[in-house]
């Protein structure tokens, strides 16, 4: 039977020499889904990539006194390293600078002026000129540029335009007959009533006072601005228009695109318009999520609070991050990132919860059964409610990732870890071992084993590392998400591996004072 598809992308990210924990969010969410989609059986496409054009980056190289794509391509190599290092595996990292990229958008951009959806006219605004930039009315700060604190000057430029306001009504009534196209619901109704009905203008979308963009190939002195070039991304990357296009056939429309609250705006109008006037379907789901703040604000190096993600890696390891970005925020809200918050958390759900039953467990199979699983036949009614705990989990964490609810799937399968250390302290398996009742006590180990094994084969997308550990020092051939339906898969007679402790508890610097 043929895979059903799936295609999930991020945003592509603006080059930034300072790539965030922010950053890392949305990216860590989309891998989790994308690696979650695998393991059910879906053919799954992950994009990610970058948005390299723009005025900021040609006036940044020009300072660094490199050309912008040398200055570019520092960062994006970067960029990868950082994704390495979190353990993100997408299909693909489109370049908005790569050669196909450039080719589709030129002929988007041709074929939308030839069918008279772009036109010529005059972009009005508020202008900079040692900044080089536009700006609105409600953009300036105590009415000067908020780059540079200088006054702008109202010009108009020629410009080409996006007809933006023909798919108004057509867009409204995607979005009200297709509940599920934005999430959340909250951000749904901010687009609807704060941006579309009150009426959408045309978009202006190409510029002529700088030059590192993608030219109109029929008008050289404009470059496509911003949007067009950017969002046509999740389109080019599939060969969209280019010289094979069987991804595009294959994969588009995207099933979910994740964004930050701040380009939902983009993403739920300008794109639709633009793929309703290419005549291609929508995709099926955009979803807004929420921003990561450090002490209530921004994270950025003029605020002093900004670490290279990397440095919390080494520190705390990837999983603890990963950990950290996918449990602690419910998925559409803002959220704090704190290392204190980030000890708390790997304290009490890694160290404590994973990684002292673990390892409690196999020292206990060591003393009692030198490191052998075996089982018995004993069944009490503590069993009975771990049992089908465990096996009702795997049909909870599907319902919470189809909702998108990363926290509550990722809590589910804890509540295995927590239901096994709540039933040792119910059967006590110490005391079996003073009063010789061996039965009993290999039941007793052989369903925490067996619980713990299905715990971390659903722990796979979210805790690649850890989910590997535990299966490792197992020895368990019985690793496929297809053995976890039914309790009672490991197989008896195997002899577990060498083990430590998978999480160290860590002290709070605080504490060690
Ligand atoms: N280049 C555009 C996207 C174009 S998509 C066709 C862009 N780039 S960005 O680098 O500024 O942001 C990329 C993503 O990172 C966005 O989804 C943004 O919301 C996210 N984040 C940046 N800072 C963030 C936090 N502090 N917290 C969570 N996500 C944040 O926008």
Redesign the pocket.
């Known amino acids: 039977m043929e895979k059903k598809k799936y295609y999930i992308t ?5 080059p ?1 020499a300072n790539f ?4 890392c ?3 860590v969410i989309a891998d989790a889904i994308a690696r979650f989609k695998k393991l059910e059986g879906y053919d799954v496409f992950f994009l990610t990539g ?2 390299e054009h723009g005025l900021k980056i040609q006036k940044k190289a020009e300072e660094a006194g490199v050309t912008p794509k040398e200055y570019v391509d520092k960062i994006i190599d970067d960029a990868k390293d950082l994704w390495k290092s979190l353990d993100i595996n997408y299909d693909k990292f489109i370049r908005t600078t790569d050669d196909y990229h450039k080719e589709t958008v030129q002929k988007i951009f041709k074929k939308l002026y030839d069918q008279g959806d772009i036109y010529k006219g005059e972009y009005k605004g508020l202008y900079c000129t040692p900044c080089e930039s536009f700006w609105t009315e409600s953009q300036l700060v105590d009415g000067k540029c908020p780059d540079c604190g200088r006054d702008v000057n109202m010009v108009s430029e020629e410009a080409y335009f996006f007809r933006l306001s023909k798919y108004q009504d057509r867009l409204v009534e995607y979005i009200e007959s297709h509940p599920e196209f934005i999430e959340p619901v909250s951000r749904k109704n901010e687009m609807i009533n704060n941006f579309i009905k009150p009426g959408l203008e045309d978009l202006c979308v190409s510029r002529t006072t700088f030059n590192w963009g993608i030219p109109v190939t029929f008008d050289s002195k404009h470059i496509v601005y911003v ?1 067009i070039d ?2 046509s ?2 389109i080019s990357a599939l060969g969209y228009l280019g010289r094979d296009d069987s991804l595009f056939k294959k994969y588009w429309p995207a099933d979910l695109h ?6 939902v705006r ?2 739920t109008i300008i ?1 639709p318009c633009i793929l309703m006037a290419l005549d291609l379907p929508l995709p099926k789901q955009i979803f807004g ?5 450090i002490n209530g604000g ?2 950025s190096k003029s605020l002093g609070n900004y670490r290279d993600p990397r440095e919390y890696i080494k520190e705390y390891g990837v999983d603890a991050i990963r950990y950290y970005l996918l449990r602690e925020v419910p998925f559409g809200s ?1 959220g704090t ?1 704190s290392e204190d918050l980030l000890i708390t958390r790997y304290n009490t759900d890694l160290a404590n919860t994973v990684g002292n039953l673990v390892n409690r467990t196999l020292s206990m199979l060591n003393k009692y059964f030198e490191g052998v699983v075996v089982n018995s036949n004993v069944e009490t009614e503590f069993d009975k409610d771990l049992i089908s705990l465990v096996e009702g989990t795997k049909a909870k964490v599907q319902s919470y990732m189809d909702k998108l609810e990363i926290p509550e799937a990722l809590d589910s399968i804890f509540d295995i870890f927590r239901r096994c250390n709540k039933y040792i302290d119910e059967t006590a398996p110490w005391a079996l071992a003073k009063e010789d009742n061996k039965d009993r006590l290999k039941n007793v180990l052989y369903n925490l084993l067996e619980s713990i094994r299905v715990g971390a084969i659903l722990l796979e997308p979210f805790l690649i590392n850890t989910s590997k550990e535990i299966l490792r020092q197992l020895n368990t051939k019985k690793t496929g998400y297809d053995t976890i339906d039914k309790f009672g898969t490991l197989e008896e007679g195997i002899k577990i591996n060498d083990f430590k402790p998978i999480f160290m508890r860590i002290e709070k610097k605080n504490e060690q004072e």
Do not use: Q
Request: zero cysteines; aromatic letters at 24%.
């Open positions: 991020t945003p592509i990210y603006y930034s965030h924990i922010g950053h969010y949305t990216t970058s948005d949007w950017a969002l991304n999740y994740i964004v930050g609250k701040e380009i983009f993403h794109w999520h929420g921003w990561l703040v921004k994270i803002d990132f």
